[in-house]
Every structure is written in C-alpha cells, then in structure tokens.
T-cell receptor, first 114, second 107 residues
C-alpha cells in the first residue's frame, strides 16, 4: 500500500510569486484534502477534491486553488503569495469524502515566503 | 461557529501515571470525532475514532454529547506516548482540528 506523498518537501518563495504543491494520494483513495498548518496551530482546512471536483472549501481566498487529476493526485496552487502564507501545507487522502473516512496525511511541504 | 478546543498546549506526566487530554467541540449536527497523533519525525496519523469504539495503544476516548467533549485517556502513560495529539471533528467534507496538545511522558 503506497502512502500519501507530497512534493517538494521545502520551498522558499518571494512575496507576490506563485507556487504549486503536489500530492499523490494513497492507493485506493479517491478524495484529497489540503490543509494549512501555521506554527503552533492545528491544521486548517483549505479545500477538498472528490473525483476531480472541488467538494468543499474553508475560509481561504480564491488565490488558493486546486486541481485533482484522473489518477486522484492533486495540486494546490497559491497566487500572489503573502508573508502569512508561510506554513506547512498538508495533503490528506481518504476513501471518500464522508464523515466516517479518516484522513491519511503526507509529510507536508514547508513553504517559506520572504 | 465550528470549533475544536484543546485547552492544554503542553501536558507533562510521569511514566505510569494516568493521562487525560481534553477536547471540547462546537459543531452543528452530529459530527464524527477523531484523535490524531504525530510522533517525532513522523507524519500525522489516526489514533482512534469514536465510531470504532476501540482502544488503540491503551488509549480510549469517550464522547459526551451533553458536554460536547471527547477527552482522550490512558490509565498508565508510557514514554513512547510522548507526541503531539490533535482532536478533530468532521460533519462531512470538512474536518476541523484543535490546536493540539503536546504530551511529554517523563521517565
């Protein structure tokens, strides 16, 4: 069973730039969720993708966008980076988007915006 | 507003002592409750979920709907239990996490 993998592990960007983070879901999982984790905080829900469609979204501006591909892998795109976007970005896959499906997390991408 | 609160940022206990990590939630409807754990240098992973009613690594969690709490308990803490613990609630596509409690078990 292949777990959730994320790339890159670390990234440094300048304010105003754009970034793309990638995630491969665990085999057999068709749902991917993205979370932002600031230092000392719990993960904050960004959005979820189910079968290539956005299934729900948290309180993040439209400059946070995503994609899910037919193989269920996913991308998180952030435009016009701000200093406050510096955080650990976690991808999690699940068997379905339902309430009883636990999340399986990747190791995260550490984004630093300078 | 939907919210999960873990009042303790840090909990330090001696090996063999009981431990209780507190979690309170505010969530419309009937959310499913989870505890996730992150050991040093490992990814965040599921510890247990309410619906399974199971005990994992000696941990149990009781849902109290009246008090909207889902506290995590273990009667005898072990050094390997030292980790970051997150309580989470989900009503569908959105899972809300608490800020986490760092448990430190001293020898």
């Amino acid at each position: 069973e292949t777990g959730v993998t994320q790339s890159p592990t670390h990234l440094i960007k300048t304010r105003g730039q754009q970034v793309t983070l990638r995630c491969s879901s665990q085999s057999g999982h068709n749902t991917v969720s993205w979370y932002q984790q600031a230092l000392g905080q719990g993960p904050q829900f960004i959005f979820q993708y189910y079968r290539e469609e956005e299934n729900g979204r948290g309180n993040f501006p439209p400059r946070f966008s995503g994609l899910q591909f037919p193989n269920y892998s996913s991308e998180l795109n952030v435009n016009a980076l701000e200093l406050d976007d510096s955080a650990l970005y976690l991808c999690a896959s699940s068997l379905s988007g339902g309430r009883n499906s636990p999340l399986h997390f990747g190791n995260g991408t550490r984004l630093t915006v300078t | 507003a939907q919210r999960v609160t873990q009042p303790e940022k840090l909990l330090s206990v001696f090996k063999g002592a009981p431990v209780e990590l507190k979690c309170n939630y505010s969530y419309s409807g009937s959310p499913e409750l989870f505890w996730y754990v992150q050991y040093s240098r490992q990814r965040l992973q599921l510890l247990l979920r309410h619906i399974s009613r199971e005990s994992i690594k000696g941990f149990t969690a009781d849902l109290n709907k009246g008090e909207t709490s889902f506290h995590l308990k273990k009667p005898f803490a072990q050094e390997e239990d030292s980790a970051m613990y997150y309580c989470a609630a989900t009503g569908g596509f959105k899972t809300i996490f608490g800020a986490g409690t760092r448990l430190f078990v001293k020898a």
